[in-house]
């Protein structure tokens, strides 16, 4: 035979035929397969659909609490602005019942209103402290602080420059708040000789 001689020929359809895949073995059931793994998915999803389920719940349960404590908040800041004087007016109740007291006596002496008076402006007092009114009354020589005093005049001394000469009006802070600045007068820097 020569090499003209040698001739192709095609492979049967027999040569073609692949080994069988494991699904194609006889006695495998592709379609037992395939129906565990769908009844496994659609186990998950049902357990995912539950978890689901689960946390929307959850989450509309928080938003509500979280809706319920806002608005029992709200309703709390209304009241304590709503009655937040109530007890400075009940402090205050003594102090008045003492002026009304004093008043009452027809014939007084100078020296009964004045110790009526001064027991009057204890309660006074008292009841502020009580309710976080505090005097800002500076001592002389103290430095003048322009977040407390109000510096109504300059005046020549001979104390430190800047410092506090004399209160002509009492301060008060509230809750650590100034309320009203002490009017002071201070002294003047001190000239050159």
Do not use: W
Not at 146 to 152: G, L, N, S, T, Y
């Amino acid at each position: 035979m020569s090499a003209s001689d040698v001739y192709f020929t095609p492979p049967s359809m027999s040569d073609t035929q692949a080994s069988p895949t494991p699904e194609q073995e006889p006695g495998h059931a592709p379609a037992a397969t395939d129906a565990a793994a769908l009844a496994q998915a659609q186990a998950e999803l049902g357990e995912l659909r539950a978890k689901s389920a689960e946390l929307a719940d959850q989450f509309l349960r928080a938003k509500a609490d979280a809706e319920n404590a806002r608005r029992r908040a709200d309703e709390e800041i209304t009241k304590a602005r709503k009655f937040a004087v109530d007890s400075f007016a009940e402090s205050l109740l003594p102090v008045t019942d003492s002026l009304e007291a004093g008043l009452t006596i027809r014939d007084a002496t100078p020296e009964q209103i004045r110790e009526g008076a001064q027991a009057t402006l204890r309660q006074l007092s008292a009841a502020l402290e009580r309710n976080k009114v505090i005097a800002i009354n500076p001592a002389p020589g103290t430095k003048f602080d322009p977040h407390q005093h109000q510096a109504i005049s300059v005046v020549p001394a001979e104390q430190e420059a800047n410092t506090v000469v004399s209160v002509l009006q009492k301060g008060y802070t509230i809750a650590e708040r100034v309320l009203r600045p002490a009017l002071v007068t201070v002294t003047a820097p001190k000239q050159g000789s």
